[in-house]
């Protein structure tokens, strides 16, 4: 199993819910006249987060979220995607690189493609999901994988 770090980050009090995923976009122009804007601003924009924890149920005023922001623990979230069969293996670490297929259909372009994942990034396989052994789809066998950045 792979350790993940919490960070501690303020989100939108009416988003906070234990389990609850979410993609960081990065900062507002509203954010540059807040005081906590580097506790809100310390994730990693366009990488997909998941809350594990409510740290307090004290809430800040927020010039974006109109019920304010409190305090919680985030982790990356696990991504799935596809890969090469050959290249799955449960705890590998990898360099992120989409199979290369003739044809992705509209359905599976977001395991070829998922959100909060970009081509070149290191993670580690979790888990595999999935075999995926249609050649209308790649020559190559494929496997649905969970990844961990």
Do not use: W
């Amino acid at each position: 199993m792979v350790e993940v770090d919490t960070i501690i980050t303020l989100i939108g009090a009416r988003l906070a819910k234990e389990g609850m995923e979410f993609i960081f976009e990065g900062e507002s122009n509203e954010c540059n006249k807040c005081k906590l804007k580097n506790t809100c601003l310390n994730l990693e924009k366009g990488r997909r987060y998941k809350v594990v924890k409510i740290k307090t149920p004290s809430v800040h005023e927020c010039f974006l979220h109109d019920g304010g922001v409190i305090a919680v623990e985030v982790v990356k979230s696990p991504i799935i995607a596809v890969l090469d069969s050959r290249k799955a293996i449960i705890g590998a670490k990898i360099s992120y690189e989409p199979p290369k297929c003739k044809e992705i259909p509209d359905d599976m372009y977001d395991l070829f493609f998922p959100e909060g994942l970009q081509k070149g990034d290191k993670c580690t396989i979790t888990n595999i999901l999935e075999n995926i052994e249609d050649e209308s789809i790649c020559e190559s066998p494929l496997k649905k994988v969970e990844l961990q950045l």
